[in-house]
T-cell receptor, first 109, second 114 residues
Framework: KNEVEQSPQNLTAQEGEFITINCSYS?????LHWLQQHPGGGIVSLFM???GKKKHGRLIATINIQEKHSSLHITASHPRDSAVYIC???????????FGKGTRLHILP | GAGVSQTPSNKVTEKGKYVELRCDPI?????LYWYRQSLGQGPEFLIY????????DSGLPNDRFFAVRPEGSVSTLKIQRTERGDSAVYLC????????????FGPGTRLTVL
């Protein structure tokens, strides 16, 4: 079993829909990252969380440390949001970053 | 300011050849990370530098892989006797220091071993 699991693996939605991507992890962590990767492009860091909730524009990230779960929400989704969204955690045991496999999001116009 | 840059953007080589992949981190960032991302997978940690020294190289898959950062800025990932299984996108990231700081990723180098 992967230490970081994301769901769904793939998501197609219509423009304007509210999007939720989930991340569950099984290790103790000091921080959780949400990353965005466009086809052919590099990775952009969206959020780094250790507790609570952060908001940036149409993006909201939440984390529940007790439940070892985080969600990334996109409000009023747009085709330019189409990308792979990756959850990554920094484990407290060995201070390594462990990545999920990513969620491929496709927003239709 | 300039972000993390990686060269080349694409590299095609034959099985058994030697390749070098270069990473230019953000100026002033002391921490530098190499990751490998295979198709459909999340990135996989390879090695982490703090300054000139490799603080953690436990992710290097075998002794064909080696990385250096002689002056604490630019880093080179070296792969000897490449195998088809080495085909992947090799990502570099840098951060201001180590633990707890946001990592900034480069665009990656897509390595294809024929």
């Amino acid at each position: 079993k992967n230490e970081v699991e994301q769901s769904p693996q793939n998501l197609t939605a219509q423009e304007g829909e509210f999007i939720t991507i989930n991340c569950s992890y099984s290790v103790g962590i000091s921080a959780l990252h949400w990353l965005q990767q466009h086809p052919g492009g590099g990775i952009v860091s969206l959020f780094m969380l250790s507790s609570g909730k952060k908001k940036h524009g149409r993006l909201i990230a939440t984390i529940n440390i007790q439940e070892k779960h985080s969600s990334l929400h996109i409000t009023a989704s747009h085709p330019r949001d189409s990308a792979v969204y990756i959850c990554a955690v920094r484990s407290t045991g060995d201070d390594k970053i462990i990545f999920g496999k990513g969620t491929r999001l496709h927003i239709l116009p | 300011g300039a972000g993390v840059s990686q060269t080349p953007s694409n590299k095609v080589t034959e099985k058994g050849k030697y390749v070098e992949l270069r990473c230019d981190p953000i100026s002033g960032h002391t921490a530098l990370y190499w990751y490998r991302q295979s198709l459909g997978q999340g990135p996989e940690f390879l090695i982490y530098f703090q300054g000139t020294g490799a603080a953690d190289d436990s992710g290097l898959p075998n002794d064909r892989f080696f990385a250096v950062r002689p002056e604490g800025s630019v880093s080179t990932l070296k792969i000897q006797r490449t195998e088809r299984g080495d085909s992947a996108v090799y990502l570099c990231a840098s951060s201001l220091s180590g633990s707890g700081n946001t990592q900034y990723f480069g665009p990656g180098t897509r390595l294809t071993v024929l």
